[in-house]
């Protein structure tokens, strides 16, 4: 049984496909089925039942899992032990979201590029409720969230900061005239949004929900959806830390509508296993500069 088998069995387990697996490790497809089948013969057991095009885990293959997380687990540990000297190195897979990366990263970016010049910071970006399954997984090392829930089964998070909302239309949209406004006068106005999964996005929509028919407009990124709520194309529910600029420019409007619910900037990573010193370093370092730049009177 080889470290390096292990390595590749639990990239397979946690993408459930071997294709993706040898994409991320770098491999012919054929090196990681070979690996595999090294495992499986070793063991004299089958550690994938394979269905068409689908596999999934058997029960034997359930259970060196748990030992194969556990062997890298320590092997990482020694690693980092042994060769503590050279400081901080290897790659991190974050989850994150382009609100997070574009508008609350960059100074925590910075600083690991200075500081930890060997540790690589890979971004994937990704809706919330496939990062939370990525981390589950092991696809992920951490994952940022922006959700009105802050407990996640099966992870370990912490809160950073409330992240404020704004609702927000040209300046000469109809609506930035008013003094105050209610749901039933949103009824009628196009809403431009991010896709569905995005949490601020699904509670402002279940919020309408029986005031209005119309369907949300989904304009993909925050960037394409500001232009197009600055070129009077509806109104958008947003971050307020996105839109900062443009409404201290006046190119956008702040309506006066506050939302009824809150969401939190969180980072979550997967519960029940000890944290590389790497990942360790990044939330400490994500957890301090991020709520020392959070909106004044957020939670820490």
């Given at each position: 049984m080889e470290i390096r088998h292990l390595v590749t069995f639990r990239k397979v387990a946690a993408l459930l496909s071997f294709t993706r697996?040898?994409?991320?490790?770098?491999?012919?497809?054929?090196?990681?089925?070979?690996q595999v089948r090294a495992l499986e013969t070793s063991l004299g057991v089958e550690l994938f039942d394979r269905l068409g095009g689908r596999i999934r885990l058997t029960p034997a293959g359930e259970k060196l899992l748990e030992y194969a997380e556990q062997i890298l687990e320590l092997v990482e540990a020694a690693r980092a032990d042994v060769a503590g000297g050279d400081?901080?190195?290897g790659t991190l897979v974050i989850g994150t979201m382009e609100s997070i990366t574009s508008y609350r990263m960059p100074p925590l970016l910075e600083f690991f590029h200075h500081r930890y010049p060997k540790v690589q910071l890979s971004l994937r970006p990704s809706l919330c409720a496939d990062t939370r399954h990525a981390l589950r997984q092991g696809t992920f090392d951490i994952g940022f969230l922006l959700e009105q829930e802050t407990r996640h089964p099966g992870l370990e998070s912490v809160v950073l900061a409330e992240e404020p909302l704004v609702l927000v239309a040209a300046p000469g949209h109809p609506l930035a005239r008013r003094g105050e406004l209610s749901r039933t006068d949103l009824r009628s106005v196009s809403v431009l949004a991010t896709e569905a999964g995005c949490?601020?996005?699904?509670?402002?929509?279940?919020e309408l929900r029986g005031v209005t028919s119309a369907p949300f407009l989904e304009f993909g990124t925050i960037e394409a959806i500001k232009k197009g709520v600055a070129s009077g194309l509806g109104i958008s529910l947003l971050p307020a830390v996105t839109v900062a600029a443009e409404l201290e420019k006046g190119e956008m409007a702040a309506l006066p509508w506050?939302?009824?619910?809150?969401?939190y900037t969180q980072l979550?990573?997967?519960?029940?296993?000890?944290?590389?010193?790497?990942?360790?370093?990044?939330?400490?370092?994500?957890?301090r500069l991020m709520r020392q730049d959070a909106p004044q009177g957020a939670p820490a």
């Open positions: 697996a040898a994409e991320e490790l770098s491999y012919a497809q054929s090196s990681v089925t070979s400081g901080p190195s949490a601020y996005r699904d509670l402002f929509e279940a506050e939302a009824p619910f809150s969401v979550a990573w997967r519960g029940g296993r000890r944290l590389s010193r790497e990942s360790q370093l990044f939330i400490d370092q994500a957890t």
